[in-house]
């Protein structure tokens, strides 16, 4: 009986990522080290002083128990500051609990090689909000990569307009890709996906 339980949910898992092949989740060893910010999408038309315009890489290390740390830097007040935020590792492969279980972050594996989608769901200011990014290994945007992270998007309900390519910043990127939304500096997309209080670079 059990042989044939396992047997209908592999089935099921099967059908389900081949009809979606971008509901992959990712192992933990595939998004450790350093990822460079290329798009960003919410549910909602941010304000302007709300839209992540300039971002820094973002660093991933592992932790005990199969935990995650993401780190950015971003500037305020003129210097130079850490935010660092802890995924806790749930049952479900790909998923992770933030703020006390407030927030969740899925971490998708995409077809183009060294891109992933990290997906946000939770509350923001006493609101529900949904966010995804697309990141990569290099600051290079890949237009394959993109499209991916549009067809994303769509099939979450997440408007296409919405989407915004901040201006990549810090040790290792090169010139500016940026949409014509973008403007002067804002928060980062980490401090605006986890809640942190907005500066400005």
Not at 5 to 33: C, H, M, R, V, Y
Not at 140 to 148: R, W
Request: glycine content about 10%; charged content about 25%.
């Amino acid at each position: 009986m059990k042989v044939l339980f396992l047997t209908i949910t592999l089935g099921l898992i099967t059908a389900l990522q081949a009809q979606d092949p971008l509901f992959f989740p990712s192992e933990n060893e595939n998004i450790i080290g350093t990822w460079y910010v290329k798009a960003v999408v919410a549910d909602k038309d941010l304000p302007k002083e709300k839209r992540p315009k300039k971002v820094s890489p973002l660093t991933v290390t592992a932790l005990d128990g199969g935990d995650l740390e993401a780190m950015v830097t971003f500037m305020k007040g003129g210097q130079c500051h850490e935010k660092r935020v802890v995924m806790h590792q749930t049952e479900e492969p790909g998923r992770y609990s933030t703020f006390g279980g407030k927030r969740h972050m899925y971490i998708l594996d995409l077809p183009v090689k060294d891109h992933h989608i990290f997906y946000c769901e939770g509350q923001l200011g006493g609101k529900a909000i949904r966010m995804a990014k697309l990141v990569g290994r290099n600051p290079d945007m890949s237009l394959e990569a993109l499209e991916q992270f549009k067809k994303f998007a769509e099939r979450k309900g997440l408007p296409q307009e919405n989407i915004i390519m901040p201006v990549q910043t810090g040790q290792g990127a090169p010139g500016p890709h940026s949409s014509p939304r973008a403007t002067p500096p804002g928060p980062s997309v980490l401090q605006y996906m986890e809640g942190a209080p907005a500066s400005r670079a």
